[in-house]
Nanobody, 127 residues
Framework: QVQVVESGGGLVQAGASLRLSCAAS????????MGWFRQAPGKAREFVAS????????QYADSVKGRFTISRDNAKNTVYLQMNSLKPEDTALYYC????????????????????WGQGTQVTVAS
């Protein structure tokens, strides 16, 4: 069982940066791929980024490539999402999730592969 709690959201101006954090509990955290997803008002939840259990593999949505960076610190049971050059279209509720399958070096872009979700942290980018 893994529990995750997101933090770090806020209101920023376009072009600014934010770093989201996802604190996880559970003995298998370090063995699970982790992901970030987001949901804007009136839209479906969408994939943002994923990272393998070691951090050696990452995957990004095309809309955030080159601007966002996912990383993890397994010693701290924490995953991060560094967001640079933020745009108004990045405004959304951002969710952290832990993959259902542990002990794999894969990354996952589908929310169906994630079993453990946080409550989300709001990011609002003003133009």
């Amino acid at each position: 069982q893994v529990q995750v709690v997101e933090s770090g959201g806020g209101l920023v101006q376009a072009g600014a940066s934010l770093r989201l954090s996802c604190a996880a509990s559970g003995r298998t955290f370090s063995n699970r791929p982790m992901g970030w997803f987001r949901q804007a008002p009136g839209k479906a939840r969408e994939f943002v980024a994923s990272i393998s259990r070691s951090g050696g593999n990452t995957q990004y949505a095309d809309s955030v490539k080159g601007r966002f960076t996912i990383s993890r610190d397994n010693a701290k049971n924490t995953v991060y999402l560094q967001m640079n050059s933020l745009k108004p279209e990045d405004t959304a509720l951002y969710y952290c999730a832990a993959a259902n399958i542990a002990y794999t070096s894969r990354t996952y872009g589908s929310e169906n592969e994630y079993a453990y979700w946080g409550q989300g942290t709001q990011v609002t980018v003003a133009s």
